[in-house]
């Protein structure tokens, strides 16, 4: 094939040679020292300037010998070996480093015959704009490496699962082996009874600790845009795509753990989608032609009733069936009520903590008697907003039952009914509406408490299900999800 360089008038290579001439001549000037080696990288010349910055008065002196021995750890003798050019290096001197470049010298055969290096700069100061760029684009990717790590560790250890009734330390120790083992991990049970916390502590105790655990909250995220949030999509790859493209989770939980949250609100064609990726262990990004190789544990969890869905058409038998292998049940706090009393003092300790002025809450007998009566249908997350809000509208420290009766089951819009009356004689619930039925001061927060009451009465006549309350009311998910979250209403 013709190249570009045929049809060159006759004095090309003059040309090049003056060109190699000039090139040199220029590097020369502005270098701070230049040598020659030969094939055995021995000195075969080096100017004034560069011998004399390593003690030698006449640079005759230098000539013929071991490039080392002139210039302490020269790497000339690598470039000969290899006939690889070191195009940019910092040699550290006695004094000050230097950057240097060194390139190869080749015969007409293209053997190497030697090589030359120049010292471009005596002082790093020339490069201190591209250092500090460098280094401030380093630091910023450590701290975001660094912040995206944290994010994806595990939050909670076993440790943090406070209870020892019988039903918690059964938990406990399915958890436990479920961290030993691979297959995925299903975990049932009521809103607030520690679904996500074991998701957290079986992660942390498996092997794949120190790979990322990344979370997929299923309910929180409109059924158009989840699977790109789970398998990634090319740049491009769909009308309003992100211009760089996206990475799904399931790639960046690979080598670690997946947590599909709320996995019972997942749409059927997805289920059918998450299934051939659990088990073929790769699928493709949209609008990619990239397999990508799934090495990620499933840990998957709901509140909704499973079983129900499936035998309702609403969930995959077949996908059921994949994730129903260590199956763990979070038993609901008003099964292990001798687990309370432990779970206050460890929430009032945490809230101690958390609050200014050293303050240190505790309990009265008769307020932790409240507390085992009630029937908890928010469970421990129930539990602990109970605590919070009586901690925070308190004025003392000690906390007995009248502190805390009015906010027991205010965070229901009215909960279930208490098992037993309180000590006073009325019951927590009653004794709760009563005190929480405040007057709203303007419209806004007239709306508030309509739409919170609105939102809560509609939940609980769909058994707690996001999915099912969304499509009643005509709300999206994801608002709905939103407004859950605002209103801090416990489903
Ligand atoms: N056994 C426990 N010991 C200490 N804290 C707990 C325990 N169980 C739950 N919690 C706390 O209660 C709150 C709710 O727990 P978590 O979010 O794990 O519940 P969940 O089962 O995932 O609820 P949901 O179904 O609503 O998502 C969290 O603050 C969690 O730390
Ligand atoms: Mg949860």
Redesign the pocket.
Known sequence: MMNDWAGLPATYGDVLRRAMDSLFRTFENFSEGTFIVDAEARVVWINKRYAARFGFADPEQAIGRDCEAVIPNSLMREVVKTGKPILLDILETDREPLVVTRLPLKDDAGDTVGAVGFALFDELKALTPLFSHYSRVQEELIATRRSLAQARRAKYTFGSFVGTSAASLEVKRQARRAAQLESPVLLLGE?GTG??LLAHAIHGGSARANQPLVTVNVAAIPDTLLEVEFFGAAPGAYTGADRKGRVGKFELANGGTLFL??IGDMPLPLQGKLLRVLQDKEFEPLGSNRIVGADVRIIA?T?ADLPALVAAGRFRADLFYRLNVLTIHAPPLRERASDIEALAYAMLEDLSTQARGGSHYELQDDALRLLCTYAWPGNVRELRNTLERAVMLSDRERIDARALAPFIGSGQGGGRAAKQPAPDGQSPATAASANYAMEPSSWNEAMAAFEKRFLSDALRANGGRVIDTAAQIGMGRATLYKKIAAHGIVV
């Open positions: 809103t679904k996500e949250d709320e969890a509140s």
